[in-house]
């Protein structure tokens, strides 16, 4: 088992940073701040990540992504929200029904453009969360409905198998994915993580799971079969997200929150909120922008 180290690599620290994905069309990354309501997009240079953009939301932002014609999905409080490549904004459905209160969480694309998202409750209710889908027809489908907290989504190389979090039970699930056909096959328990609570998550080229542990100040990775392998410590309890990123998708890019920390925590953990990278010695997986031009409407 390999151990390494992250460093900090953003000037600014976010209350809750979270959803890192590469945009290859631009070599910028893209995160949001879930609790500020913000999408951000920066440039690495020299081991820091340079902020280059800020949108802006009503509510709390779960997740944004990269879309081939150049705009961007946000998974908004509520709802998707297209953002075009001039800044107009266009709402899409609906992710939380009237009432509920939930939010959406964490999203990412197949590799081929499809938009999956779940939800989070806000309240202490249990096991009424959803994973959706965004179709090409601009309709969400329903891939689970029974989860407490939707987070972290990855496909392995190749896309034929889902991999999806449910925090609080600690479970990581996979299932058979037909990426040409977008059939999806039962879920299975893959992991189950007890120290820690497993948040987001990304595949590396080898077919390696890398897990954000929130509460334990570490991301670590796992094998196909589910063996542990490596572990990168990170000076913030609270690791909320992982994506590798760069031209050739060799450093870990890390994100964490200064959320739910007292005081005294926050004077021993001040990178706290800060992005981290780390070179873990292997390279990620491409990432596919949101096939936007494949809708028929939204």
């Known amino acids: 088992m390999t151990e390494f180290r992250a ?9 809750l940073a979270e959803g890192p994905v590469w945009n290859p069309a631009t070599s910028s990354v893209l995160w949001v701040d879930v609790e500020e309501g913000s999408v951000f997009e920066g440039r690495i240079a020299d081991g820091t990540v340079e902020l280059t953009r800020q949108l802006d939301f009503d509510g709390r932002v779960g997740a944004a992504v990269p879309a081939d014609d150049g705009s961007l999905l946000v998974a908004a409080h509520d709802r998707l929200v297209v953002v075009s490549s001039d800044g107009d904004r266009f709402d899409g459905p609906a992710l939380i029904a009237t009432g509920v209160l939930s939010r959406a969480n964490d999203g990412a694309c197949d590799p081929a453009g499809r938009f999956v998202v779940g939800t989070l409750a806000l309240d202490e209710r249990e096991g009424e969360e959803f994973l959706y889908r965004l179709e090409d027809d601009g309709s969400l489908v329903a891939l689970d409905s029974d989860l407490t907290l939707s987070n972290g989504i990855a496909w392995s190389p190749g896309g034929t198998v889902l991999y999806s979090t449910d925090t609080i039970p600690g479970i990581i699930w996979a299932r058979d994915y037909d990426v040409e056909t977008g059939a999806v096959g039962a879920r299975r328990q893959h992991l189950h993580i007890q120290d820690g609570f497993p948040d987001g998550i990304c595949v590396d080229a080898r077919g390696y799971l890398w897990v954000a542990i929130w509460g334990a100040g570490e991301v670590r990775s796992f094998s196909p079969a589910g063996i542990p392998s490596d572990t990168v410590r990170v000076a913030a309890p609270h690791v909320s997200s992982v994506a590798f990123v760069g031209d050739g998708l060799d450093r870990l890019l ?45």
Do not use: K, M, N
Not at 263 to 287: C, H, I, K, N, S
């Open 254 to 298: 890390i994100t964490t929150a200064a959320r739910d920390l007292s005081a005294a925590e926050r004077l021993v953990y001040p990178d706290a909120g800060r992005l981290f990278l780390a070179d873990v010695q292997t390279t990620g997986t491409p990432t596919t922008p949101w096939a936007a031009s494949a809708l028929v409407h939204l």
């Open 7 to 15: 460093t900090p690599a953003s000037h600014t620290s976010h209350v």
